[in-house]
Nanobody, 124 residues
Framework: QVQLVESGGGLVQAGGSLRLSCAAS????????MGWFRQAPGKECEFVAG????????HYADFVKGRFTISGNNAKNTMYLQMSSLKREDTAVYFC?????????????????WGQGTQVTVSS
């Protein structure tokens, strides 16, 4: 079992920045690839960014490329999502997730463990 806890969400003005954290506990964090997803009101959960278990490979949804950066620190069992140039449409609950599958996993069903989410609200 892996337990995931997100933090760092909040209210920010458009154009601003936030850094989300995902703290993991339980089974060895470094054995899992990780991802960030988000869900806005009335919309489906969508992939945002992913990182391989060793941090050597990252992949992003097109709508965040150049604005968001995913990273991880295995020594701290923590993953991050640095978000910059935030837009109103980035408003959502952001979830971190872990998967034992290899590859660029972008669908929710590929992930085995999920956090409870953290709210990000971007105001104009």
């Amino acid at each position: 079992q892996v337990q995931l806890v997100e933090s760092g969400g909040g209210l920010v003005q458009a154009g601003g920045s936030l850094r989300l954290s995902c703290a993991a506990s339980g089974r060895t964090f470094s054995r899992y690839a990780m991802g960030w997803f988000r869900q806005a009101p009335g919309k489906e959960c969508e992939f945002v960014a992913g990182i391989s278990w060793n941090g050597g490979r990252t992949h992003y949804a097109d709508f965040v490329k150049g604005r968001f950066t995913i990273s991880g620190n295995n020594a701290k069992n923590t993953m991050y999502l640095q978000m910059s140039s935030l837009k109103r449409e980035d408003t959502a609950v952001y979830f971190c997730a872990a998967t034992s599958r290899v590859g660029d996993n972008v669908w929710t069903g590929a992930y085995d463990y999920w956090g409870q989410g953290t709210q990000v609200t971007v105001s104009s």
